[in-house]
């Protein structure tokens, strides 16, 4: 089983639609992250968690909310899509401490039309 | 904060031709220094780090890379390329403690000719 899981895997949804986007891991890290990926830009943080009651603005959360619910699971929410949130979503996983490595989760395509 | 550069947004390459990736980085210290690939559909798998310590870092799938903290640079190379390592590679920077904020470039593509 993959440790780090995305659902769901693609979605298309019209504008203005709240959609929420999860990950799960089974890694038992404290630290996650979600990712938008466009052509070009590589990936761009949204928001971190250092623990469940520690969320942290990345470099682009305007127009995004998160949620984490435990330590496995951590939620994102476009509370009204807009076109140009069409992307790839991933979500990430890391330790604690000095230890900076991301483990990465499959991703989620979303469009939004 | 730190930021990273791929010159190259795509690199074609024979089988069994050499490959060197480019990437450089701004950041005010000593860096984390990753290299992530992506194969098409897939998330980023890691290739290799560094820390600190043998600037020259052994990765998985024969890769190498080094850290060369005069040029700002953390060239990723392979002596001989394979068809299968077609895919997105991707640089990143992490700052020493703090928010473990990690910043990625823009992706090289790598297009492997028979």
């Known amino acids: 089983d993959a440790d780090v899981t995305q659902t769901p895997r693609n979605r298309i949804t019209k504008t203005g639609k709240r959609i929420m986007l999860e990950c799960s891991q089974t890694k038992g890290h404290d630290r996650m992250y979600w990712y938008r990926q466009d052509p070009g830009l590589g990936l761009r943080l949204i928001y971190y968690s250092f623990d469940v009651k520690d969320i942290n603005k990345g470099e682009i959360s305007d127009g995004y909310s998160v949620s984490r619910q435990a330590q496995a699971k951590f939620s994102l929410s476009l509370e009204s899509a807009i076109p140009n949130q069409t992307a790839l979503y991933f979500c990430a996983t890391s330790r604690g401490g000095q230890n900076n490595e991301q483990f990465f989760g499959p991703g989620t395509r979303l469009t939004v039309l | ?114």
Request: hydrophobic share 35%.
């Open chain 2, 1 to 114: 904060a730190q930021s990273v550069t791929q010159p190259d947004i795509h690199i074609t390459v024979s089988e069994g031709a050499s490959l060197e990736l480019r990437c450089n980085y701004s950041y005010g210290a000593t860096p984390y220094l990753f290299w992530y690939v992506q194969s098409p559909g897939q998330g980023l798998q890691l290739l290799l780090k560094y820390f600190s310590g043998d600037t020259l870092v052994q990765g998985i799938k024969g890769f190498e890379a080094e850290f060369k903290r005069s040029q700002s640079s953390f060239n990723l190379r392979k002596p001989s390329v394979h068809w299968s390592d077609a895919a997105g590679y991707f640089c990143a920077v992490g700052a020493k403690g703090g928010n473990n904020d990690m910043r990625f470039g823009a992706g090289t593509r790598l297009t492997v000719k028979p």
